[in-house]
């Protein structure tokens, strides 16, 4: 059965340094979205992508994180510089469609600890 | 604001029992709930939705009860397993926006 990969899984970091995640969606899945989750609580949506394009970033702290998906595929989110308010689980997940479906596969996360 | 949340952070069972967890939405607009469980170490997966012009829908093992007059959603789970113990989160959306909104989890835990 097909998987979203994600790596790391887990990642420990000092603050103000930078940190990257990997996300290699569902194969042919054109919409992948990066969460954020703090313990506890449910999936904080950060940014939508349609192939490369970004649908929706309006949650995305811009002056700290960035995502790119280049080649509509696979996709990495950056945090620079990391902060100890970061330290969360950040999942992907994609979907086969974009509008008309909650259908959406999620990744194993990375769990991100600042130290 | 609009949230969804859930009355109740951890339920314990015996295997074999029915599981009911509840949740309260606040959103009048929303027209679509889901119901996700999350296992220790993984990512949410989808268990079952609903449209807000049903009231109860039927899946393996599981119903979910959608009460828009208080505005209350509840997953039963029959005969629950070992399997079952997760976290599981109820979500809220609506037509237009295709990006769940997430409450709070409710942790079920079942005693074999």
């Known amino acids: 059965e097909a998987e979203v990969a994600q790596s790391p899984r887990y990642k420990i970091t000092e603050k103000s340094q930078a940190v990257a995640f990997w996300c290699d969606p569902i194969s042919g899945h054109a919409t992948l979205y990066w969460y954020r989750q703090i313990l506890g609580q449910g999936p904080e949506l950060l940014v939508q992508f349609q192939d490369e394009s970004v649908v929706d970033d309006s949650q995305l702290p811009k002056d700290r994180f960035s995502a790119e998906r280049l080649k509509g595929v696979d996709s990495t989110l950056k945090i620079q510089p990391a902060e100890l308010g970061d330290s969360a689980m950040y999942l992907c997940?994609?979907?086969?469609?974009?509008?008309?479906?909650?259908?959406?596969?999620f990744g194993p996360g990375t769990r991100l600890t600042v130290t | 604001g609009e949230s969804v949340g859930l009355h109740l952070p951890t339920l314990s069972v015996q295997e074999g029992d029915n599981s009911i967890i509840n949740c309260a939405y606040s959103?009048?607009?929303?027209?679509?709930f889901i119901w996700y469980k999350q296992e220790s170490g993984k990512g949410p997966q989808f268990i079952i939705d609903i449209r807000s012009n049903m009231d109860k829908r039927q899946g393996q093992r599981v119903t979910v009860l959608l009460n828009k007059t208080v505005k209350h959603l509840s997953l039963q789970i029959a005969a629950t397993q070992p399997g079952d113990s997760a976290v599981y989160f109820c979500?809220?959306?609506?037509?237009?926006?295709?990006?769940?909104?997430f409450g709070r989890g409710t942790s079920l835990i079942v005693h074999p």
């Open positions: 997940a994609s979907s086969p469609k974009f509008l008309g479906s909650y259908e959406q596969y």
């Open positions: 979500a809220e959306g609506s037509r237009g926006s295709y990006i769940p909104t």
């Open positions: 959103n009048s607009a929303s027209d679509y």
